[in-house]
């Protein structure tokens, strides 16, 4: 005889979410264990949940994880404090986006399931559609960076023929 268990349809129901969400099943570890740390008795809050993906990628982590207003946040934050206190606070910005930019893509995650409605799996859809991940913001990074050196050898090569 099969007994339903709602508690365990509901936990399945929200996994299938976050696959649906997330879209890289290599991810889904990190961002269920980051999900159990911010979600308790059905309230989400802060919670420290470290990726070395956003300390060395900063607002592009949070722009490829389709959180554009933190991302421009960060992006402004970190270009001030950079220019205010030159590599200590572009350090500090580096830490504080490593422990926070999970908490950005999971609470957008749950204001999109707590907000969207209609069958779990036009909830799935809708969170394909809304989640996942823009490839394009690697090649951007790729290019800034390639930029920068290019601008570095481009200055040093002006540097050593000044003289």
Same mark, same amino acid.
Do not use: C
């Given at each position: 005889?099969?007994?339903?268990?709602?508690?365990?349809?509901?936990?399945?129901?929200?996994?299938?979410?976050?696959?649906?969400?997330?879209?890289?099943?290599?991810?889904?570890?990190? @961002?269920?264990?980051?999900?159990?740390?911010?979600?308790?008795?059905?309230?989400?809050?802060?919670?420290?949940?470290?990726?070395?993906?956003?300390?060395?990628?900063?607002?592009?982590?949070?722009? @490829?994880?389709?959180?554009?207003?933190?991302?421009?946040? !960060?992006?402004?934050?970190?270009?001030? !404090?950079?220019?205010?206190?030159?590599?200590?606070?572009?350090?500090? +910005?580096?830490?504080?986006?490593?422990?926070?930019? !999970?908490?950005?893509?999971?609470?957008?995650? &749950?204001?999109?399931?707590?907000?969207?409605?209609?069958?779990?799996? &036009?909830? !799935?859809?809708?969170?394909?559609?809304?989640?996942?991940?823009?490839?394009?913001?690697?090649?951007?990074?790729? +290019?800034?960076?390639?930029?920068?050196?290019?601008?570095?050898?481009?200055?040093?090569?002006?540097?050593?023929?000044?003289?």
């Amino acid at each position: 005889m099969e007994v339903n268990n709602p508690i365990a349809s509901v936990e399945t129901n929200n996994q299938q979410l976050l696959e649906a969400y997330v879209q890289k099943p290599e991810k889904m570890r990190f @961002y269920q264990e980051g999900l159990n740390k911010m979600k308790h008795s059905g309230m989400f809050t802060f919670a420290w949940h470290w990726s070395w993906w956003a300390f060395f990628g900063g607002w592009a982590f949070l722009l @490829y994880r389709k959180a554009y207003i933190p991302a421009l946040v !960060a992006f402004l934050v970190m270009s001030f !404090a950079g220019s205010i206190i030159p590599v200590f606070g572009y350090l500090v +910005g580096m830490i504080l986006l490593g422990g926070s930019s !999970a908490y950005f893509v999971l609470k957008r995650f &749950d204001e999109l399931e707590n907000t969207l409605s209609g069958t779990p799996e &036009d909830k !799935a859809r809708a969170m394909q559609s809304l989640g996942g991940y823009h490839t394009w913001v690697i090649w951007l990074m790729v +290019g800034l960076i390639g930029l920068s050196l290019l601008g570095f050898l481009m200055l040093g090569l002006f540097i050593t023929s000044s003289f």
